[in-house]
C-alpha cells in the first residue's frame, strides 16, 4: 500500500522537503532528517502506508521494531549521544514512523522534549553524505 502525497511512500521531491533516504532495513526505510540541531537524528519508516502500529501483524511489528533497535544502534556507535529520544506522531503524516533523535547532556532541549522541527541547522550535501556513511557503517 503506497500513497501517492507521502514522501515515505513515493520518496523523491516529497522525501526531500525534509528528509534523505539513507537504506531500507528489513521493514522499514531509513531516513536521515535534514534539519540536523540533534546530530544523528533520522526517521524510521514503516514499509507500507499504514497510519498505526496496531494496523499491522505482531510479527511485522516486532521486525519494525528491530528496525528501529537496528538505527538506534547504529546512532549510538555512530554518534555517541548519552540519550535517544523516540517518537512516534503523525497527525498530519499518517504513514507509520519513529523519529530516531540523538540527545546531548548540557545542549539545548536536555532533559525535555525534543522540537519537531526546529529548523535551525542544515547542512552541507557533503556534510550529509559523511554523515550517513557513519550511520551505515554502524548499521
Known sequence: MKDS??????????????????CDLEVSSLILFKEQSKPGRVIVAYKDHVSEIVN????????????V?????????AFHPNKVNYGAYGDTGCHLHMHLVPKYEGEDEWGGVFQMNPDKVYLTDEEYAEMIEKIKANL
Request: glycine share 8%; hydrophobic share 45%; aromatic share 10%.
Open 56 to 67: 499491522i501483524s505482531d510479527e511485522e511489528r516486532n521486525l519494525f521494531m528491530a528496525d
Open 5 to 22: 502525497n507521502c514522501g515515505y511512500c513515493m520518496r523523491g521531491e516529497l522525501l526531500d522537503k525534509f528528509g534523505i533516504f539513507i
Open 69 to 77: 533497535t537496528r538505527a538506534a544502534k547504529a546512532l549510538h556507535a
